[in-house]
C-alpha cells in the first residue's frame, strides 16, 4: 500500500517570506512518480511538478523549488519570496508504475500569505 | 474547450435520488479519471479510462455508483439512490496518455440533503 503524509496542516506567512511543505512518502515498488498539485479558492486543482523516482535532481522553476530525497521518502516544495497569489492547498501525491492513474494524495497543506 | 469542463458545478438533491455528473475532457486526451474530494476523506480515486480499455472501477466506494464514458471523450458519474455521505467535490480529469501530469476540472459539488 502507498501513502503520502503532509505533517503541516496550515501555514502563514508574511509576505516574501519563505515557505517550505513536507511531504513523506511510502511505497514497496521501486518505480513510481511522485507530483505537487495546488487547488487555489477556485478549486481546481494545478499541477506544478512530476519526478520518477529514478531522477533525485532537484528542481527550481522561478520562484518553486522542489527537494527529493529517497533515502528519507521525502519529496519537499519551498516556495521562496511568498506572494499573496500563492495562497492556496498544496498536496502532495503519489503513484506508481503500471498504475499511475491512481494518485495517492497526501490531506494538503493550507498556505496563507498575508501582505 | 480550452480545459476540462464539468456540469452541474453545484447539485443539491434530497436523500435517495439519483444524480448524473458530466465531464468533458480536454480534446484529444486518451485519459479520464474520476476523483473525490471531502473533508473527511481528503482526495480519492474512483475510476479510471484509458481508451478502449477496460475502465479501472476499483475505487468506486459501492455499486451505487457507476461511470461511463461514450466515444472515448465525454464521460458521465452516476450516483444512485444518494446518500448524505456521498456528499462532496466530484473532480474530472483528463491526461494525453498514463502518467503524464493530471489536467483537473474545477468540481461538481454535491450536496446530499
Known amino acids: 500500500a502507498q501513502k503520502v503524509t503532509q505533517a503541516q496542516t496550515e501555514i502563514s506567512v508574511v509576505e516574501k517570506e519563505d515557505v517550505t511543505l513536507d511531504c513523506v512518502y511510502e511505497?514497496?515498488?521501486?518505480?513510481?512518480?511522485l507530483f505537487w498539485y495546488k487547488q487555489p479558492p477556485s478549486g481546481e486543482l494545478v499541477f506544478l511538478i512530476r519526478?520518477?523516482?529514478?531522477?533525485?535532481q532537484n528542481e527550481i522553476s522561478g520562484r518553486y523549488s522542489w527537494n527529493f530525497q529517497k533515502s528519507t521518502s521525502s519529496f519537499n516544495f519551498t516556495i521562496t519570496a511568498s506572494q499573496v497569489v500563492d495562497s492556496a492547498v498544496y498536496f502532495c501525491?503519489?503513484?506508481?508504475?503500471?498504475?499511475?492513474?491512481?494518485?495517492?494524495f497526501g490531506a494538503g497543506t493550507t498556505v496563507t500569505v498575508r501582505a | 474547450g480550452a480545459g476540462v469542463s464539468q456540469s452541474p458545478s453545484n447539485k443539491v438533491t434530497e436523500k435517495g435520488k439519483d444524480v448524473e455528473l458530466r465531464c468533458d475532457p480536454i480534446?484529444?486526451?486518451?485519459?479520464l479519471y474520476w476523483y473525490r474530494q471531502s473533508l473527511g476523506q481528503g482526495l480519492e480515486f474512483l475510476i479510471y479510462?484509458?481508451?478502449?480499455?477496460?475502465?479501472?472501477k476499483s475505487g468506486l466506494p459501492s455499486d451505487r455508483f457507476s461511470a461511463e464514458r461514450t466515444g472515448g471523450s465525454v464521460s458521465t458519474l452516476t450516483i444512485q439512490r444518494t446518500q448524505q455521505e456521498d456528499s462532496a467535490v466530484y473532480l474530472c480529469?483528463?491526461?494525453?496518455?498514463?502518467?503524464?501530469?493530471?489536467?483537473f476540472g474545477s468540481g461538481t459539488q454535491l450536496s446530499v440533503l
Open positions: 480529469a483528463s491526461s494525453p496518455t498514463l502518467n503524464e501530469k493530471l489536467f
Open positions: 511505497t514497496r515498488d521501486t518505480t513510481y512518480y
Open positions: 519526478r520518477n523516482s529514478f531522477d533525485e
Open positions: 501525491a503519489l503513484s506508481e508504475r503500471g498504475r499511475g492513474y491512481k494518485l495517492s
Open positions: 480534446s484529444g486526451h486518451t485519459a
Open positions: 479510462f484509458q481508451g478502449n480499455s477496460a475502465p479501472d
